[in-house]
DNA sequence: AAGTCACTCAACCGCAGAAGT
DNA sequence: AACTTCTGCGGTTGAGTGACT
């Protein structure tokens, strides 16, 4: 047995290496030629010089050669086809799957010929069974052979890869020999590691004839017990890949391809009410999976991110809202049928502050601030959440085992490294000021830093939740319940100093539903939601659309998208300080003025601001625009959109007091500076003196200020 | 033409709850 | 009750592909 072509013969795998693969794979430019050629050399190289008894190589060029058994009269033939020709050979062939029976493979060898095409020299054009000789050969000679295993499913053969080179042992296709199948499986069910009781189970894309095993399989005894599959089967795979294999491709009425616009529709939703439940999702879509609505929901999201849009359209937060409202009234919050609220008490969808966000037109996108430490946090809080319009993921469960985990570094947290909050104590419950996400050394650190961050501000879940985000777990948990595309525009590191606090809607919640907890270690039950909290956001909706009306006419002419920019970043700490009850600081600031003044403060360091950018939609692939999102919207004048925020208000009320700023600026840089306590009243007075570091820290060069204009324009409209 | 980037899809992984022993 | 196994879920990753530069 030999493989030839017509100008030489080669009688060793080296020569076929060196005399045919790898001049093909380089002349080809086939990536995967290239790595078999160099797998078959690696082989080649092991076997001879002893390194291992026997060696396999896989690799998948189906694409490009299709092996087909067809069954003409009493003969099967086998026939070789190229993805560009006609097939070019074939091998009579008899008995075959008498012979081998289903599911098993036929080797095969496999002869070349010569280059007659341009571009595909060394085609394989026809096989030749030789089985035979291929039982008599030793592994070591059969190393030295060339020939391809070729699976026999069904009626048909099916080439899972051409590789030239098997033992008759060692197989990785994921189909076993009838003697393989019934000596050696034992699963240990985990699919972990990859091996189950010394199998080496097969990972990676399944094959044609693992599919048309794995369907037999559930035909013949249904779904279910998918460990038992690969031991019956003689797949080498393990029961979570068969199940998910067959849940995802195989099962019937599966439906393929795009989802409709009705689909989506229902997706967007189904999570606005259920968050990322995408198994319960998906029982809603009939034949799709949830592996396909997380999918498409991940790409929406990344899409509208980019965008600038927010996740939901505002009909669907709207529907949140009012659905979120009226049950909560009906069920007096406790779990209820209701989907959202189902989420329980820990849970708000986060629809409904999308919604609110909606109404009020509280930006959905904040700059970030670097090297502002709590603010950058509540940046990342904001961005995550608010500004993207992220559902919550986080089980209730989880969080709680989380919050018992990761609180009590808070605590002290808390009252020892946060001066403004340990004043803050008295008046406030520890929960509510632990919402303001103060509790955080500084940390020079950036790797630190970022742990801390999300430590403290891990994301959306605990912002639109109402737990404390102390309850969250540390940046690894918390990426796991993030999308990783939520993170992009949460740079990390360029944060270090502190800052005004972030007023977190969730600290709005700690205001609103509950007296103040007479202890940290009740932070596992904190934040009930209840009717309450809903009546209390659906008010501060309206006062924030109320407030936004106010401000859209006040701030019309007046800030600049700088100002917006800075503004922006503090709006939500503003208007929602303002409907926390306004505590008031020991200095007799309320929160709000305090805040304000600090904006105000903080104001200062920002006129070197960068522009906005105003955002196109050539940036990234077409959305729709959930009927608010026009090109003629956002060709407007940011300028005007953005006026129409709470924290332009914001803004131009600064900008209005510009007159006597300066003298108002170094008295509120003195409270805050006294507020912030010594170790961090000289950074924030050079903050807001504007030096080196406020404005480095203030600037707003490579932040997500950048999706603000697509957004504010979104959100002014009704 | 080559490189880069974004997108899509399929699959894997770890975790947790249910079920069974 | 404790332990093991099975199943399902959600998050993440990597390969393939096409558009763009």
Not at 197 to 220: F, H, M, N, R
Not at 251 to 266: D, H, S, V
Not at 429 to 447: H, M, N, R, T, V
Request: with cysteine; charged share 25%; net charge negative.
């Amino acid at each position: 047995m030999e493989i030839t072509n017509k100008n030489q013969r080669i009688q060793t795998p080296l020569q076929f290496i060196t005399k045919i693969l790898l001049p093909f794979s380089l002349l080809s430019c086939r990536q995967e030629l290239h790595a078999f050629a160099l797998q078959w050399l690696l082989v080649f190289i092991a076997t001879s010089s002893g390194l291992i008894d026997s060696c396999s190589v896989e690799t998948d060029i189906k694409a490009e050669k299709g092996v087909k058994m067809s069954k003409g009269g009493s003969q099967t033939e086998l026939e070789v086809e190229s993805s560009k020709a006609e097939p070019k050979g074939s091998i009579s062939k008899e008995t075959v799957v008498a012979e081998y029976g289903e599911r098993e493979e036929v080797p095969l060898v496999v002869e070349l010929e010569d280059e007659d095409e341009e571009d595909r020299p060394n085609e394989v054009v026809s096989i030749e069974e030789d089985e035979d000789l291929l039982k008599s050969l030793s592994n070591e000679e059969l190393n030295k052979k060339c020939f391809g295993w070729f699976s026999l499913v069904g009626r048909e053969f099916v080439c899972d890869y051409k590789e030239m080179s098997h033992t008759k042992n060692e197989r990785e296709d994921g189909i076993l020999s009838k003697d393989q199948t019934e000596s050696s499986l034992i699963d240990d069910g985990n699919c972990g590691g990859g091996t189950g009781g010394g199998v080496v189970l097969k990972k990676g894309p399944w094959t044609s004839a693992e599919d048309a095993i794995l369907i037999d399989y559930v035909k013949k005894h249904g779904e279910g017990n998918w460990n038992a599959v690969q031991k019956h089967s003689g797949l080498f795979r393990c029961g979570k890949s068969c199940r998910l294999r067959w849940a995802n491709h195989l099962r019937p009425n599966l439906k393929k391809g795009a989802f409709t616009q009705e689909e989506e529709q229902l997706i967007i939703e189904l999570h606005a009410k259920m968050g990322n439940k995408w198994a319960r999702m998906a029982a809603h879509l009939p034949g799709r999976t949830d592996n396909e609505i997380k999918n498409y929901w991940n790409t929406r999201i990344k899409r509208r991110q980019r965008a600038g849009l927010p996740l939901y359209p505002p009909e669907v937060c709207l529907q949140a809202l009012q659905d979120s409202h009226g049950t909560s009234v009906v069920n007096g919050g406790d779990k209820g049928p209701h989907d959202i609220l189902q989420n329980n008490s820990y849970e708000i969808p986060d629809v409904i502050f999308d919604s609110l966000k909606t109404s009020q037109n509280v930006l959905p996108y904040v700059p970030e601030l670097p090297d502002i430490s709590t603010s950058s946090m509540l940046m990342k809080g904001l961005g995550s959440q608010y500004c993207s319009f992220m559902p919550p993921t986080i089980h209730r469960q989880k969080r709680l085992r989380e919050a018992t985990a990761f609180f009590p570094g808070y605590t002290g947290a808390v009252k020892n490294e946060c001066p403004l909050f340990e004043q803050f104590q008295g008046d406030i419950s520890d929960k509510a000021a632990q919402s303001f996400g103060l509790s955080f050394p500084i940390e020079p650190d950036p790797a630190t830093k970022n742990s801390l961050q999300f430590g403290v501000f891990p994301g959306s879940h605990n912002l639109s939740n109402g737990n404390f985000s102390a309850s969250e777990p540390p940046l690894e948990a918390v990426k796991l319940e993030l999308p990783s595309l939520q993170y992009p525009e949460t740079e990390l590191g360029n944060w270090g100093t502190f800052s005004c606090p972030p007023p977190l809607l969730e600290s709005v919640d700690a205001f609103i539903q509950s007296p103040p907890p007479t202890s940290i270690a009740e932070s596992d039950s904190l934040s009930p939601r209840n009717s309450g909290l809903l009546d209390a956001l659906l008010h501060e909706a309206k006062t924030l659309s109320s407030a936004k009306n106010h401000a859209s006419e006040k701030s019309s002419n007046s800030a600049t998208p700088g100002d917006i920019a800075e503004s922006s970043t503090f709006n939500i700490c503003e208007t929602e300080w303002e409907n926390c009850g306004e505590p008031l600081s020991p200095m007799g600031h309320s929160a709000t003025s305090l805040l304000s003044e600090c904006i105000s403060a903080s104001g200062s360091t920002l006129d070197e601001q960068p522009p906005a950018e105003t955002f196109t939609e050539s940036h990234v692939k077409s959305e729709p625009a959930d009927h608010v999102f026009t090109p003629e919207i956002q060709n407007e004048d940011p300028t005007r959109l953005d006026s129409c925020h709470p924290d332009t208000l914001l803004a131009s009320n600064w900008l209005e007091q510009d007159s006597g700023y300066d003298r108002e600026q170094t008295i509120m840089t003195d409270s805050i500076a006294a507020l912030l306590g010594a170790d961090l009243s000289s950074e924030y007075k050079n903050m807001a003196a504007g030096t080196s570091i406020s404005s480095q820290a203030w600037g707003l060069g490579s932040c997500a200020w950048n999706n603000m204009p697509a957004v504010c324009q979104m959100s002014e409209l009704p």
